[in-house]
């Protein structure tokens, strides 16, 4: 089976730095993806992690660590629209390569 | 390119009624999923599949059936359905497994969800 940890909530402040931590159990890895959702909203894809290492792509990076089972999303210079949920997903070679979802961290970035 | 459409967007069902969402895609993608997501559960994959006229059970299939008789189609019902199937339901697709992540291609691209209440 798997197991997708992350924390429930978050806040921060515009123009600041957060980091959101994932850690993760599974067989047969494939690749560990991070979403944004905003509230009523589809989930967007922001990045994607296969290699140990930090993936940059503009404000955000997402960095994987397989041994350790960890992964962070990274982002920079806050803006109000950043507050969403942001999902922590990993993809299995098992089950038709679907990804296998956190329960998600609530960001709420203030002023 | 419209990307992932599911239909509807909002259904209200008594218990015991049957409906069918659907998904439809005009991507080419080989893979095809329905989740559910309810508060403080995330995302739940209830059947997916991997090709035309093939189907398979996700976590959570009690209750729901799928067909893809079409490539670009993927219908999820619910034979008679149950208030704890009270959700919001996404579609998703992807090109498959093997492809180069840089390409776009094994990313999933979601519908905008299906909001669906049953009293």
């Known amino acids: 089976g798997q197991n997708i940890d992350q924390p429930t909530e978050m806040t921060a402040t515009e123009g600041a730095i957060v980091q959101i931590n994932c850690t993760y159990q599974?067989?047969?890895?494939?690749?560990l993806f991070w979403y944004q959702q905003h509230a009523g909203e589809a989930p967007t894809f922001l990045s994607y992690n296969v290699l140990d290492g930090l993936e940059e792509k503009g404000r955000f990076s997402s960095f994987l660590s397989r041994s350790k089972g960890y992964s962070y999303l990274l982002l920079k210079e806050l803006q109000m629209k950043d507050s969403a949920s942001y999902l922590c997903a990993v993809r299995s070679s098992n089950s038709g390569y679907a990804l296998n979802f956190g329960k998600g961290t609530s960001l709420l970035v203030t002023p | 390119n419209a990307g992932v459409t599911q239909t509807p967007k909002f259904r209200v069902l008594k218990t015991g009624q049957s409906m069918t969402l659907l998904c439809a895609q005009d991507?080419?993608?080989?893979?095809m999923y329905w989740y559910r997501q309810d508060p403080g559960m995330g995302l739940r994959l209830i059947h997916y599949?991997?090709?035309?006229?093939?189907?398979a059970k996700g976590e959570v299939p009690d209750g729901y059936n799928v067909s893809r008789l079409k490539k670009q189609n993927f219908l999820l019902g619910l034979e008679s359905a149950a208030p704890s199937q009270t959700s919001v339901y996404f579609c998703?697709?992807?090109?498959?497994?093997?492809?180069?992540?840089?390409?776009?291609?094994?990313?999933?691209?979601f519908g905008a969800g299906s909001r669906l209440t049953v009293l």
């Open positions: 599974t067989s047969g890895f494939n690749g």
């Open positions: 998703a697709s992807s090109y498959g497994a093997g492809k180069r992540v840089n390409s776009g291609a094994n990313v999933l691209t």
């Open positions: 991507m080419n993608h080989e893979y």
């Open positions: 599949s991997v090709g035309e006229g093939t189907t």
